[in-house]
Structures are given as structure tokens and as C-alpha cells.
């Protein structure tokens, strides 16, 4: 169905919460849709989801005061309570781009603010392991049906998510992602959230579209700077250009919301981690020049931090922080 298409469904659908007796064939058509959606209520429950429809008790109030609000969503796990912020951006996002989204979702969460994101590879899914590791909770919006997670292969941060915050979407089961249901996903996002963070996006990008629809919303829109010579920065850059508001850090985003900045860290990171700077790589041989440290110790250091999840060890050999909390 084009986007069209799905909000006349959506105009149809709340004339027909308003007057069930509404004539017609198009109103006849979503009567029966929003039967057979209410006969899918058994199914879902098994899986762990459940419908929640527009009006009804934990609706959130953001959502439904947006100019096209879903009839309803279908929910697993539960809606967090409190501020929320959308972290959004490319697909084809940068180890850069990856890693500040990260960043970002992790001071969110440990101030307590919930992430929102579309859980797309790149960016989405950065800000929903960010927030993961962080020990605070997110949601994950979905641009297809409860039975179809995209991309396939997130389906065990699904879960992760599903158990700490929300999995949510408006489409039934068995629907798939298609092109258009990614825009329409989107105006969910900026509903959802109370400030958008636009992290890397090229002019054409969907992240530039929920930054529109959170203007148009009234939300706050912020963005990350990015180099002059990326087209991933083209869409933020663009952003700050016509004033949105820079983010550095999350203390930015929290300042936005009202909120006091992150309580420091109490200054106990490992010698060798402190070595590695922030949206930078090192090889194993720099850290062993710079630490002056036998290789073969240098190794045994980083395993012990990768174990504990500080670092990643990335495809070229290379390491670069995770910004998570140590194990307990």
C-alpha cells in the first residue's frame, strides 16, 4: 500500500472509532481489517505480543497527539516511562557513525532516558546496543510485522530489547518491510521521541525524513557534526547549517531535555584502554610501542578486555572502545 494509502486507512480507521456505523466500501474494508486484527489478539499472545489500540489505557500520549497516529501497535515487552530521545541515521553507517551511536545510546540510558530507534543495521542498531550496555532500557520501532524482525539478522538483539524495553510496530504478521513502510515507521519514531539526534545520514537518507516529521511534530532536533569530506555528514551538517543543535555528548542531549549532565566516572579505566582515543582504532603494535609492553602482553590485556566487552576487535585487526560498563 502506498504511504497514501495507509493514511487514509489510518483517517477511516479513527472515523470509524468515532461512528462503528460508518457507511460506505472503504469504511467496510477497514472494519474488516481491524476484525481480523482483533482475531490475530490469541496468536500474538503466544509470541509475546499483544495489540494495543489508539485511546486505549498506556497508549503513549506523545504518540497519539501526532498529526497521523497508528490505530494502534502491536507491543512485546513494555513501553518505558520517562524522557525519550530517537538516535537515528545511516544504514551504511561509518565505524565512526557506529561508534557514536553507541556512545550516545549509552550516556542516554545511564542518565535514564530511553533510546528509540528503527533497529536498521548501521546507526539503529549502534544506539540500541549503546543503550543495551548502558543498563538502561529502548525501544525498536519496526517497519514490518511482528513475525518479520528486519533485518533477519538481528533477531537476537530483538530479543534483548524486547526484554529490556519494547519491540513495536503497526503492521499485522506476516507483513513484510516493504520501501514505503519505512517512512511511515519513521513518523512513529519522532512521535515517540521528545528530541531526534540525527548521528550520520547523506541528503536523501530516512533519517533526514524523521528529523522533518519531528520539526513538523514540535520535537527537538539535534545532530552530530561530521567530517566536511563524508557524504554521511552531508545530512547533519546540513542539520546544524539550519540550526539544529550540535551533539558532542549525551550531557548535550540531556541539557536539551532539562536534564543535569552524567555523573563522572570515577577515573579507574585500564592503563591500556586509555589508550585507545575515542572514535579511533589502534593496532596491536601501537599499543605495544606506546605502552612499551611485549606484544604477547598487549594480547592477553586486549582479550581480557574484549571478554569484558571494553573493546571490539574490528575486521582489520585493529581495536577501538565499546563504551560499555565493565562486568560485574
Known amino acids: 500500500m502506498h504511504p497514501e494509502g495507509g493514511r487514509r486507512t489510518r483517517e477511516l480507521g479513527r472515523a470509524l472509532l468515532a461512528d462503528p456505523d460508518l457507511p460506505g466500501p472503504e469504511a467496510e474494508a477497514v ?5 481480523r486484527a482483533s482475531a ?4 500474538l499472545g503466544r509470541s509475546g505480543w499483544h495489540f494495543l489500540a489508539a485511546g486505549e489505557a498506556g497508549f503513549p500520549e506523545r504518540l497519539a497527539a501526532v498529526a497521523d497516529p497508528p490505530l494502534g501497535v502491536l507491543l512485546r515487552g513494555r513501553i518505558p ?5 530517537a538516535l537515528v541515521g ?10 557514536v551511536a553507541e556512545y550516545l545510546g549509552c550516556g542516554l540510558a545511564r542518565a535514564g532516558v530511553t533510546v528509540v530507534s528503527g533497529m536498521a543495521r548501521g546507526v539503529d542498531a549502534a544506539a540500541h546496543r549503546g543503550a543495551l550496555a548502558g543498563g538502561g532500557t529502548t525501544l525498536a520501532v519496526w517497519g514490518s510485522g511482528p513475525d518479520r524482525p528486519y533485518p533477519p539478522e538481528h533477531r537476537a538483539l530483538a530479543d534483548e530489547i524486547a526484554a529490556r524495553g519494547c519491540l513495536l510496530t503497526e503492521y499485522p504478521p506476516g507483513c513484510p518491510p516493504l520501501p514505503h513502510h519505512f517512512p511511515e515507521r519513521n513518523r512513529i519514531i519522532a512521535g515517540l521521541a521528545e528530541a531526534v539526534v540525527v548521528v550520520e545520514a547523506d541528503e536523501r537518507s530516512g533519517a533526514l525524513i524523521t528529523a522533518r516529521l519531528a520539526l513538523e511534530e514540535g520535537r527537538e532536533v539535534m545532530a552530530v557534526p561530521g567530517s566536511v569530506f563524508s557524504r554521511l555528514s552531508a545530512g547533519p551538517n546540513g542539520l546544524l547549517r539550519a540550526g539544529a543543535a550540535p551533539v558532542l555528548t549525551a550531557d548535550d542531549v540531556l541539557a536539551a531535555l532539562g536534564l543535569p549532565p552524567q555523573a563522572k566516572g570515577r577515573g579507574d579505566e585500564p592503563p591500556l584502554l586509555a589508550l585507545i582515543p575515542p572514535g579511533e582504532a589502534a593496532t596491536v603494535d601501537r599499543l605495544a610501542a606506546t605502552s612499551r609492553q611485549p606484544i604477547a602482553q598487549v594480547l592477553e590485556e586486549l582479550l581480557a578486555l574484549e571478554l569484558d566487552g571494553r573493546v571490539v576487535r574490528q575486521a582489520d585487526g585493529s581495536y577501538r572502545r565499546t563504551h560499555r560498563a565493565p562486568s560485574t
Open 40 to 43: 490475530l489478539a490469541d496468536d
Open 81 to 85: 516511562e520517562g524522557h525519550t530521545v
Open 90 to 99: 545511516a544504514r551504511r553507517a561509518t565505524a565512526y557513525g557506529r561508534e
Open 31 to 35: 472494519r474488516a481489517a481491524l476484525g
